[in-house]
């Protein structure tokens, strides 16, 4: 089972963080690092999930109604940790570059299936380039055509397809031509022997507990995923199933 860092280690760390992303690249045998990015007003590109800054800052209001310079004084908590900031995909892409060379792979969620945000397919495209970390990155959103976006955009990009159940990935997968499905871990709604055999990856996504709130202490059982058919997953506590390094 593949193990990949959702919002990077954001049960014990505030998610979407360059800290949430430190702690996730001293793990060793860590498959990848989910993120999501958004818009700013002012076209930037940044890391946060919700389209309104409310949850995981003091701020009020969209994503896209801030320009950066402004998203930039918001202040993320991060208990005896220096408070966080909004992270630019710029900011993101340079800590995680040098470990992307070693192997490390980068689940980019375009956050686009509220707000389609124009432009940003191009936009992310071009800076995964500009670090040269494009065979390191799989792009997936709940928005298909965002995804056929990207595929115009670089044929050769790796795309996963998100939903809830696994059969609304596969009609999914068919506009945009994608490389794996990425349904809800509870969303096995169809035998998978089939796509696993041909190599094609199931990479499921768990709810949970996120930080600053408090863990429930339970632990997956990794074999029965397996033997359902997904073959990685993304959790917000990878270090307890990593945890000799």
């Not at 408070?83 to 490390?104: H, N, S, W, Y």
């Amino acid at each position: 089972m593949k193990i990949w860092a959702h919002r990077g280690c954001s049960q014990m760390y505030p998610e979407n963080t360059l800290l949430a992303f430190e702690q996730a690249i001293r793990l060793k045998k860590l498959e990848g690092i989910e993120l999501d990015i958004q818009l700013t007003k002012d076209g930037e590109l940044v890391v946060i999930h919700d389209e309104r800054v409310d949850r995981t800052t003091e701020g009020i209001g969209f994503v896209r109604d801030y320009q950066l310079a402004e998203l930039k004084k918001l202040h993320i908590y991060a208990g005896s940790h220096p408070c966080q900031a909004i992270p630019t995909m710029d900011e993101v892409f340079a800590l995680l570059t040098p470990r992307l060379k070693e192997g490390l792979k980068l689940n980019i969620e375009l956050k686009t299936s509220v707000y389609p945000y124009p432009g940003i397919e191009e936009k992310i495209i071009d800076l995964a380039q500009k670090w040269g970390a494009q065979k390191s990155i799989i792009y997936s959103s709940f928005y298909t055509l965002s995804l056929e976006r990207v595929r115009e955009l670089d044929p050769d990009a790796e795309i996963g397809v998100l939903d809830t159940m696994v059969s609304d990935c596969l009609f999914k997968s068919k506009g945009c031509v994608a490389d794996a499905l990425h349904p809800f871990w509870r969303g096995i709604d169809l035998p998978l022997e089939r796509l696993t055999k041909e190599g094609y990856p199931v990479r499921a996504w768990l709810s949970g507990h996120l930080y600053p709130e408090k863990p429930s202490g339970g632990i997956l059982d990794l074999e029965e995923l397996e033997r359902k058919g997904i073959t990685d997953v993304f959790l917000n506590e990878p270090e307890r199933y990593l945890a000799d390094g």
